[in-house]
């Protein structure tokens, strides 16, 4: 044991740093939970800050760039498949929201993290070549896969054990500890690609190793009712024959206003999945910046953001509906495209970190309406449901917005025009706000008056 005590001092330090975390409001039952999950919750992006979008994209561009049997424009799609994929891999989501239900939520989740983490690891054994590429490619969407059905049930845990009026705040403060450990991830990636773009070789490694520590204490994390959860849902279950892409459907029949939210929310998501790989194109072709600076103005500037943006979003979000929110939280995004098109027009790395900055106000905001926002719709025995439909819808936009970002870069870039990629992001993402403004105004009475659901 004294030898191991030099490597308990980093686990000791983030358990102190997540006492100060604590609401007061919290039982002190629901306090030991809340440290558990936190604590989980700094090791885990350690390994997820491998295969983060922004990342993965520009470690995939940068290091299979040249190498053989390595086509350009099939790298370029690769590159928007790695960008997206955490997207594409959500249209899984109503499969796990089916095979969770009835199942002890944190075991499942647990089993879902030990297998990403695995995933994760594996990648440190494939070559920079083409069927190299591929293999990458392949691992990184099972990962994303299986860290959807970490999203898509987590949801349904903090909402039983965190009561309504903390929930956001508690969101709040796990997403700024994942956003503070991701951006390191990813600047510990950045730095050891630019000394050598073999060491992912280790590195990926090194960093799934961090995952499986916090995996072992969110195994140890207690869900509220249980029991009464289950029996719940295996209810639910004889009534429904389970959940399906029908059964989706029939619920968004059943909840109109949640099915027009959701229209709203596939037409401006689709704009901000469009922009990320024109976004990376523009950092390593145009501006040609290295594995670091790349990882810095995709990943790690806007995880450095979200913290201190997201109190003001939580405090936001707390006091009013969903529908609201989004109203307001979008011209996040708008700025954000828009300052990104100025970088690609101006060739300006100032402004590509100007645009990194405002995404990191717009992602800090996203991440809690991400998680919660769905709970002002969805009765608390069918939130993962309500959750699924949403995940899988971005899902589906997932698999569009890549495909599209890269003909028409294909297509544009070689005139001189990739900006324009850019700026019919920006009009998509104006839209979606415009069509969250159309909502607010139509269901003005309610969305006023009604707080985050319990």
């Not at 959500?90 to 879902?112: D, E, H, M, Q, Y």
């Not at 206003?257 to 929310?265: E, G, H, I, Q, S």
């Not at 970190?353 to 800090?364: D, H, K």
Request: proline share 5%.
């Amino acid at each position: 044991m004294r030898e191991l005590a030099p490597l308990l001092i980093p686990v000791r330090l983030v358990g102190s740093f997540a006492r100060s975390f604590h609401p007061a409001q919290l039982p002190p039952m629901l306090r030991r939970t809340y440290g558990r999950e936190l604590v989980s919750w700094a090791f885990l992006p350690l390994m997820l800050g491998a295969i983060e979008g922004g990342t993965i994209g520009i470690v995939v561009k940068k290091a299979f760039t040249g190498q053989p049997g390595v086509d350009p424009a099939w790298l370029d799609l690769a590159t928007a498949w790695a960008v997206a994929a955490p997207n594409v891999a959500n249209i899984t989501s109503f499969i796990w929201a089916a095979l969770a239900r009835g199942r002890p939520k944190v075991a499942f989740i647990a089993g879902l993290q030990l297998s990403t983490c695995l995933l994760v690891a594996l990648i440190a054994f494939f070559p920079r070549n083409g069927l190299g590429l591929i293999a990458v490619c392949i691992t990184l969407g099972l990962a994303r896969t299986a860290w959807t059905g970490v999203i898509t049930i987590r949801a349904a845990v903090w909402r039983n054990n965190y009561p309504t009026a903390s929930r956001a705040a508690i969101a709040g403060k796990l997403a700024t500890v994942q956003s503070l450990f991701l951006a390191a991830a990813g600047l510990a990636v950045g730095k050891a690609m630019d000394w050598n773009a073999d060491n992912y070789h280790y590195l990926f490694p090194m960093l799934a190793l961090f995952g499986l520590i916090g995996n072992q204490i969110y195994a140890s994390v207690r869900l509220r009712r249980a029991r009464q959860l289950q029996r719940a849902e295996l209810d639910g279950r004889k009534q429904r024959e389970g959940f399906s892409p029908m059964a989706m459907v029939r619920l968004l029949q059943d909840d109109p206003l949640y099915a027009r939210f959701m229209w709203w929310m596939s037409v401006f998501g689709f704009g901000n999945l469009l922009m990320m790989a024109p976004m990376t194109f523009v950092v390593v072709d145009e501006l040609q910046m290295s594995y670091t600076g790349g990882v810095m103005a995709t990943t790690i500037v806007p995880l450095m953001v979200m913290p201190l943006a997201i109190p003001l979003w939580a405090r936001l979000l707390d006091r009013m509906h969903i529908v609201r929110f989004r109203s307001i939280h979008g011209w996040a995004f708008v700025s954000a495209s828009l300052a990104v098109t100025l970088a690609s027009v101006l060739h300006s790395e100032a402004l590509i970190y100007t645009g990194a900055v405002l995404l990191g106000v717009g992602f800090a905001g996203g991440t809690l309406a991400w998680n919660l926002g769905h709970q002002d719709f969805a009765p608390a025995e069918r939130d993962s449901e309500y959750m699924a439909i949403h995940v899988t819808l971005n899902g589906i936009r997932g698999v569009a917005a890549p495909v599209a970002a890269w003909a028409l870069h294909q297509w544009l870039a070689p005139m001189g025009l990739g900006y324009v990629v850019l700026l019919i992001c920006m009009l998509i993402n104006i839209v979606g706000v415009l069509g969250f403004m159309s909502m607010r105004r139509l269901i003005a009475p309610r969305v006023d008056a009604t707080p985050t659901a319990a």
